[in-house]
């Protein structure tokens, strides 16, 4: 598979366990982020988006959380899954057409 | 089926060769984008067009060329000027209602040596 997830972050968690994955943003003018989740080998898959005038936001078995005050958003994934198991990073977009991409987290589950 | 497609997965070049990676989309995308991602980095932005025959400099276009011809295709050509040219490379477009939302295609391992 590819090498993204060399040198990374590591979270381990059990099967059905939930999991929090952090991420430290750079531009306090930045309005709108987003979380991606990259398979081993493949492109980044969009998974879900918040916007700098909302603290959270709620998809299927995942919650975005956004601290504007220290710059830090999460991603909490509930019930973890094997399929789970993927590097995830965030993106900052201060202006159109200009992504920030973190260096990711990779997930490790264990069934 | 819709999405975006970068031809081939695995390419091998010599060091002084330039070399041409495909980038194709079906999904009535206005822009489209060229990433390098490297071991432990996050993504970083080559090139990006908005329109056709339209494109801008990202953060690390040196070493790069690209060519918007046609809405649904995005070549980027990595020259022998570019001094670590060895990476993953990563094409997205997205559609100009909801330009944040960034579809990526599979990727291309390139490895030049």
């Known amino acids: 598979g590819e090498s993204v997830g060399l040198h990374l972050p590591t979270l381990s968690v059990q099967e059905g366990d939930n999991s929090i994955i952090n991420c430290a943003y750079s531009n306090s003018a930045s309005d709108y982020f987003i979380w991606y989740k990259q398979e081993s080998g493949k492109g980044p898959q969009f998974i879900i988006d918040?916007?700098?005038?909302?603290d959270k936001r709620q998809g299927q078995r995942v919650t975005v959380l956004l601290n504007k005050t220290v710059k830090h958003l999460s991603l909490q994934i509930a019930a973890t899954q094997p399929g789970d198991s993927a590097v995830y990073f965030c993106?900052?977009?201060?202006?159109?057409?200009?992504?920030?991409f973190g260096s990711g987290t990779k997930l490790n589950v264990k069934p | 089926d819709g999405g975006i497609t970068q031809s081939p997965k695995y390419l091998f070049r010599k060091e002084g060769q330039n070399v041409t990676l495909s980038c194709e989309q079906n999904l009535n995308h206005d822009a489209m984008y060229w990433y390098r991602q490297d071991p432990g980095q996050g993504l970083r932005l080559i090139y990006y067009s908005q329109i056709v025959n339209d494109f801008q400099k990202g953060d690390i276009a040196e070493g790069y060329s690209v060519s918007r011809e046609k809405k649904e295709s995005f070549p980027l050509t990595v020259t022998s000027a570019q001094k670590n040219p060895t990476a993953f490379y990563l094409c997205?477009?997205?559609?100009?209602?909801?330009?944040?939302?960034?579809?990526f295609g599979p990727g291309t391992r390139l490895t030049v040596t």
């Open positions: 918040i916007r700098s005038n909302m």
């Open positions: 997205a477009s997205s559609s100009g209602g909801r330009h944040y939302e960034q579809y």
């Open positions: 993106a900052e977009i201060p202006n159109f057409n200009k992504f920030y």
